[in-house]
């Protein structure tokens, strides 16, 4: 079994930062894409930023420049650092894997449980 934690949501100022970090444990064999998402009520969850195996990383429009994805291989785990908040970033926000748990396996996707953020004065 594979198990994502997501931890650092919180309320905060417009203005403000947080760094979430996700991390996964279990039967891991290999992680491809890290990504995070984001939700709010009546919405789709929609990309907030990718990274690569090989660190190749991608944004949402609405969080590039304020926004950074990075993540720590040996750890298995993915941040999301993000500043300059604004009251349109409220959400939850969940953290998705690519994992293989044997080679001989076909890749999934794995899902946090989430982790809300609201950035309200």
């Known amino acids: 079994q594979v198990q994502l934690v997501e931890s650092g949501g919180g309320l905060v100022q417009p203005g403000g930062s947080l760094r979430l970090s996700c991390v996964a444990s279990?039967?891991?064999?290999?992680?491809?894409?890290m990504g995070w998402y984001r939700q709010t009520p009546g919405n789709q969850r929609e990309l907030v930023a990718r990274i690569s195996s090989v660190g190749t990383t991608s944004y949402g429009d609405s969080v590039k420049g304020r926004f950074t994805i990075s993540r720590d291989n040996a750890k298995n785990t993915v941040y999301l650092q993000m500043n300059s908040l604004r009251p349109e970033d409220t959400a939850v926000y969940y953290c998705?894997?690519?994992?293989?748990?044997?080679?001989?396996?076909?890749?999934?996707?794995?899902w946090g449980q989430g982790t809300q953020v609201t950035v309200s004065s």
């Open positions: 279990g039967s891991i064999f290999s992680i491809n894409v």
């Open positions: 998705n894997m690519g994992i293989k748990t044997d080679w001989r396996i076909r890749e999934a996707d794995y």
